[in-house]
């Protein structure tokens, strides 16, 4: 029911922050729009699975983030713009890969950190971050 599209992607080296966004628009007008959608970040890097990162529920209220990513990376979202962001802070070279935005459909009271869960995907945007 929503289209995602990622940016804030690039190339930083270790030690550098980045913040991504990822903007939802609704496919047909009148549709459940993303505030009423738990949304999540993955990451893919090559030769590798595609893995969580970081969750948060259509409200707002509860947050979730992979072992990787804690401490060091903090999801929110706006839904006046209908857009949620990953703050990435004290970037390492294993965190290079491929982020997609994801949104979760069903309004569930937590996050879910399975690729399942998610509904729609965005293209990605690429990561890089140098030694």
């Known amino acids: 029911q929503v289209y995602l599209v990622e940016s804030g992607g690039g190339l930083v080296q270790a030690g550098d922050s980045l913040r991504l966004a990822c903007a939802a628009s609704q496919r047909t007008s009148g549709s459940v729009g993303m505030s009423n959608m738990g949304m999540g970040w993955f990451r893919q890097a090559p030769g590798k699975e595609r893995e969580f990162v970081a969750g948060i529920t259509w409200s707002g209220s509860s947050t979730y983030y992979a072992n990787s990513a804690k401490g060091r990376f903090t999801i929110s979202r706006v839904n006046s713009k209908s857009t949620v962001y990953l703050q990435m802070n004290s970037l390492k070279p294993e965190d290079t890969a491929v982020y997609y935005c994801?949104?979760?459909?069903?309004?569930?009271?937590?996050?879910?950190?399975?690729?399942?869960?998610?509904?729609?995907w965005g293209q990605g945007t690429q990561v890089t971050v140098s030694s």
């Open positions: 994801a949104a979760d459909y069903s309004q569930r009271g937590t996050v879910c950190p399975i690729s399942g869960c998610y509904d729609s």
